[in-house]
């Protein structure tokens, strides 16, 4: 080996050295040492309470602190009201602001209240709230039901005018000449 050749050696070796002790002084001594190493002001790290940081070839005598806090579980959704009243009262609160929970408050009165006087309200706010979590076609589907399940409701010319669907009546004459319409 020539004498040009070894000392390039020697000096990345040197490098190479002082690299890897600046490396273990910054993590021994924390922020601090980033400035002595560098150039920078060489202060040395103030005192603090907290115990001597381990050196990074002493195995740790406690376990590292999380990072991330553990998700905290979502609380069940409650029941729905005994009453249909407080259900139509709490569907309508929650409707604006979480329309999943209004699609699956909305088809449980559906279900305990089918024929009640709120039933057109109710499906109508079952049908905005589906349009709003991008299901057209099953807000369409639950429109064409609910125009011709209650015709006659101001609600169904609500909800005739948002999605379009139209009631479907069958209009005749009957044996004697009279105009009939179911």
Same mark, same amino acid.
């Given at each position: 080996m020539n004498r040009s050749t070894g000392t390039g050696l020697a000096a990345a070796v040197i490098v190479a050295g002082l690299l890897l002790?600046?490396? &273990?002084?910054?993590?021994?001594?924390?922020?601090?040492?980033?400035? +002595?190493?560098? @150039?920078?002001?060489?202060?040395?790290?103030a005192a603090s309470p907290e115990p001597p940081v381990a050196s990074a070839l002493e195995p740790s005598r406690e376990p590292p602190a999380p990072r991330v806090a553990a998700p905290v579980p979502a609380a069940p959704d409650p029941p729905p009201p005994l009453d249909e009243p407080s259900l139509m009262t709490n569907l309508?609160? &929650?409707?604006?602001?979480?329309?999943?929970?209004?699609?699956?408050? +909305?088809?449980? @009165?559906?279900?305990?209240?089918?024929d009640s006087p709120d039933a057109p309200e109710r499906s109508s706010i079952l049908i905005h709230a589906l349009a709003r979590e991008g299901r057209a076609l099953e807000a369409r589907g639950e429109a064409e039901a609910v125009v011709n399940r209650y015709p006659d409701s101001p609600w169904v010319r609500e909800i005739e005018g948002f999605t379009g669907a139209h009631r479907?009546?069958?209009?005749?004459?009957?044996?004697?000449?009279a105009l009939r319409i179911e």
């Open positions: 002790g600046a490396t &273990i002084l910054r993590n021994v001594l924390g922020p601090g040492a980033s400035q +002595a190493t560098s @150039g920078g002001p060489t202060a040395l790290p309508r609160e &929650i409707a604006p602001r979480d329309p999943k929970a209004a699609i699956a408050l +909305a088809r449980q @009165g559906n279900d305990r209240f089918a479907h009546r069958n209009v005749y004459l009957d044996p004697d000449g």
